[in-house]
């Protein structure tokens, strides 16, 4: 479980919510149905019309990687594959169409399974990158989804504030059901802003930031598999995946 996922997920509404009572306000003012109706549930609309039901589901099944990030162990892979270009030195190629089987992961399994076939480097490169490919276009099409409903949710909590003021102005002359029209006018633009900043724009974002990692390590194996087809040797191998590391520890080092 990640826990800044978690805290990040809470913190800046707690603040916010926090900012508002410090101010005299209340949860309670906060609370409208019919604001909720308007902007959650048209921008809910928009979504299911703008995607297929296979991107939607994906994106509900990253959802759980925001907080449950998948695991990848580089140095176990390092090692792993190191393992399987001594086999292919001692034992030839062939070797590896055995231990293909129980390799840690499927990309692993397709490339040695293609090298211990005699496939030519070139396919292999392919078929692996193929694979690599499809789950980059499910994470940004996952991504997509929740940056889409930021996009349309503030535009959503205009419509529902026109809306509003579309109940004030038809009872002006009834100053009962002026608050109630006036409260429903902010609280759905309120809505449409919180969705978009403080949820739906950084969940994307946060999934595209996670398979960073996934995707490297992918890029290791297609290095790693490649470099065992043309027979260097395993401690090469293991100083040229290392190096994937170090690029990737330097790229942070940029960041930070």
């Known amino acids: 479980m990640d826990i800044f996922a978690i805290v990040g997920t809470f913190l800046g509404i707690g603040f916010i919510l ?3 009572a410090l101010e005299g306000g209340n949860l309670g003012q ?3 149905i019919t604001a909720a109706f308007i902007v959650l549930g048209g921008t809910s609309g928009a979504i299911v019309l703008s995607f297929p ?18 695991k990848v162990d580089f140095n176990a892979l390092i090692t792993e ?15 590896l169409e ?3 089987m129980n390799a840690s992961d499927p990309m692993l399994t397709l490339g040695l399974g293609a090298v211990a076939d005699g496939t030519d480097p070139t396919l292999v490169r392919e078929m692996m990158e193929n694979q690599l490919n499809q ?16 996009g349309y949710s503030p535009t959503l909590g ?3 504030a026109v809306m509003g003021l579309i109940q004030v102005m038809q009872n002006l002359s009834d100053p009962s059901k002026l608050g109630a029209g006036i409260a429903v006018a902010f609280v759905a633009t309120i809505y449409g802003l919180f969705a978009a900043n403080l949820v739906m724009i950084p969940l994307g974002t946060r999934i595209k930031f996670i398979y960073q990692d996934v995707f490297l390590y992918k890029n290791m194996i297609i290095e790693g598999v490649l470099s ?3 027979g260097e040797s395993p401690v090469l191998i293991e100083r040229k995946l290392q190096s994937f590391l170090l690029i990737k520890e330097q790229g942070a080092e940029n960041n930070g």
């Open 18 to 20: 926090t900012g508002q």
């Open 30 to 32: 906060l609370l409208q």
């Open 53 to 70: 039901s296979k991107t939607l589901a994906l994106a509900f099944r990253y959802l759980k990687s925001v907080y449950m990030p998948p």
């Open 81 to 95: 594959i190191g393992s399987y270009a001594t086999k292919a030195r001692k034992e030839g190629i062939i070797a």
């Open 98 to 100: 055995k231990e293909a």
């Open 135 to 150: 789950q980059e276009q499910e994470v940004h099409n996952a991504a997509k989804v929740y940056e889409s409903f930021g």
């Open 158 to 160: 205009i419509i529902g």
């Open 228 to 230: 065992i087809q043309a």
